[in-house]
Each structure stands twice: as C-alpha cells, then as structure tokens.
C-alpha cells in the first residue's frame, strides 16, 4: 500500500534549525546576527504602542482580508484593495503561488541562486523547479527566463533587488521580462527589498508590471524595511481579481496573526521611521563594501539590507570561524557559489565586529 507521505514531500530536504535571537538568548556573550536580512532596529514606536493597544483582544481572530491594511496599500501603490492578498510573510504568499498553479509534471522557472522558497514550494507539488542561473553582477537573468519556457510552464518567478545576491534588475530587462512572458503564465516578481531599491531612486517592477495584459504578481513583506520579520506579515499585489482570488481560494481563512496586522498598520503610519531605518542600512552597507573592497574581495552591487562577495575560496570554514567569534552570517548555498558569502547589515558597531571577525577568520583558516 502506498505510504500516505506524498513522494515530492518525502524527497524535499530537511533543514536544520536556524539559529534565531529567541534561540541564543542566554547562550553566552551577545553575538551579532548577521544571517538573516533582519532590520537591526527595533519597530517603530507606534507599532509598540498598538501591539500594547490590542493585545488583550487576542481572543478574536484578525481578519482574513484586512480592509484598514489593504486601503492603506491600495493608496500607497495603486493596486486596489481587492486585488491585495495580505499573507502570514511574503514566504506564505509565495508557497501558495505554487499551491495554486502547479501540478505533477508542470514546471516553474526560477533564477538561481535566489530565495529557496519558489524552488521548494515547486517540488513539493510534485513539479519541475526549472533553475536559471544569474548575470554575473547578480541580477537576474531575463533572455535565460524567458528561453526556458515551454508549454508546460505554469509560473516564472523573478527576484530584484535578488537575495542573496543583491542586485536589482534594469528597468530594460524587466520590460523584456514583463512583456515576454506568455499571457497565461503567471509572472511572479519578489520584491521583498523594494523599499531599499527605491531609496536609491529605483522604482520597483510595479509600474512595468501595472502595463502586462497576462498574470502576474508582486509580492512584498514588512519583515525587512518594517523591522516586523517576528510578526510574519507580507502580502501580494495582484495583477488582476482572477490572482487575487485564487490565492484567497487556497490560503487558510484565519491565516494572520491579529497583531501582526495592527502592527502592520502602524509601520505604514510611521514611514518617516522606516525611512530612517532604511537610510542607516543603506549608509552602513556602503562603509562596509568599501571596507570590503579595500580588503580585495569584489562586492557585488546591492540594493538589499546586505551585501554578497566572493571569498575565493570555500566559505564554510570561514564561517564557522566567525560564529566562533560570535558573528553569524550567510554563505551561498548553491552549487557553484561555494566561495560566495553573504553579510546581513547590522547596528555600526555589529558591522565593524564582522569585519574584524572576517580578518581574523581569513588568517584562522589559513
């Protein structure tokens, strides 16, 4: 009889934990976490204050759609508040995407490296995790995307600024993109960083995505600019109401966490915080790289919370050293990218530690 644990489950990798603030606390000395593209600040006070203000009403379910919250970024994007699916982190939104289009023996194309989520969700439903490798300054790989389409195609994610890598794609090759993909494949554009992109004077996919006659999808988070990666809370702009309620169709109905939704709220009210927030990452990604530079490593261009270079050599052992001295940070995990590593920006003082951590892990592991 056959095992009641689906074939393309069995076959997906089993991840290890991650170490997290919740699960080093009292371990020893303070270490600087620099591996998970978290926002080093704390939220916004306003966020604190309603998190304070609703968390006796935790007794109650949130909303499954909420209106406050899809008006406030119906206004800010243009996309109305019924094309607007609010999910428990961009990464829900994303595992429904697959959960949605894809069936045995469909594909998904998806750039790699990049986040791991589109590969697995994709292989989990039993379909081909089509991979597409990157241009060499990180950015996304448009005439490789589109040539790996065919007719058994469902979905084609995209990523800019790209994770790990950082890199954002050109306004160029997101119109090739947007406009060559086949109207009935669902283009998916992650763009979990948009908020760094634009504070450098990008403008993000939206308006070239706001101009595709097919599917298509942005999917965005408060986890990185909002400081709000512990709440879980993302959401999806869709291209049409046909999206919209079809990803409303396969999440759960209770899928939020109420107060992650107030606080949500909050963050949006104060953006002059996050502008902040964003500016001193940003400020500090640069001191880094040029520190990094000036090392001889070649940072790639990042318009991310974080920065990727090349080691020249295997990034594991260099790694382990500087967790050692109580820095964590990111190595590539894809084949091919081994010598690849990437530092999540922290406070000043967490940047200037990795840095002298990475100095003295280089000369540690010979």
């Excluded at 926002?39 to 209106?67: D, F, M, T, W």
């Excluded at 919250?69 to 206004?75: N, Q, V």
Aim: aromatic share 6%.
């Amino acid at each position: 009889m056959r095992n009641a644990i689906r074939p393309s489950v069995a076959r997906l990798p089993l991840f290890g934990s991650i170490p997290t603030a919740d699960s080093l606390a009292g371990s020893g000395p303070a270490q600087a976490l620099l591996h998970l593209n978290e926002c080093p600040y704390p939220p916004s006070p306003k966020v604190v204050a309603a998190i304070q203000e609703h968390a006796a009403g935790l007794n109650r379910y949130a909303e499954p759609r909420p209106e406050r919250l899809s008006t406030m970024l119906a206004d800010r994007t243009g996309v109305p508040a019924n094309r607007i699916v609010i999910g428990n982190g961009s990464d829900e939104i994303l595992a429904l995407i697959s959960v949605m289009t894809l069936e045995a023996g469909d594909n998904a194309i998806m750039p790699t490296p990049s986040f791991p989520r589109y590969r697995i969700a994709a292989a989990m439903q039993g379909a081909e995790p089509r991979l597409v490798g990157l241009q060499p300054d990180g950015s996304n790989d448009v005439d490789a995307l589109l040539a790996a389409i065919d007719d058994r195609t469902r979905v084609i994610y995209a990523c800019t600024p790209n994770n790990p890598s950082g890199a954002p794609m050109s306004m160029a090759d997101l119109e090739r993109l947007v406009h060559g993909v086949p109207d009935h494949v669902l283009l998916v554009m992650d763009e979990a960083y948009v908020e760094f992109d634009q504070f450098e004077g990008g403008v993000g996919a939206l308006p070239v995505l706001q101009g595709r006659t097919g599917l298509w999808a942005s999917t965005r988070t408060f986890s990185k600019a909002y400081a709000l990666a512990g709440l879980r809370i993302g959401y999806a702009l869709c291209g049409s109401l046909e999206v919209a309620e079809s990803l409303v169709k396969v999440k759960t109905n209770f899928n939020l966490n109420r107060l992650a939704v107030h606080a949500a709220v909050a963050a949006l009210d104060d953006q002059a915080y996050s502008d902040r927030c964003i500016a001193a990452a940003v400020g500090e990604r640069e001191r880094l790289g040029a520190r990094l530079n000036g090392l001889g490593f070649r940072t790639l261009p990042s318009r991310a919370n974080f920065i990727s270079f090349d080691l020249g050599r295997n990034s594991v052992p260099v790694m382990a050293a500087m967790a050692v001295r109580g820095v964590l940070v990111r190595e590539w995990r894809d084949p091919g990218f081994e010598t690849f590593m990437r530092i999540s920006i922290g406070l000043p003082a967490e940047n200037d530690r990795a840095f002298e951590a990475l100095k003295d892990s280089l000369v540690a592991t010979g």
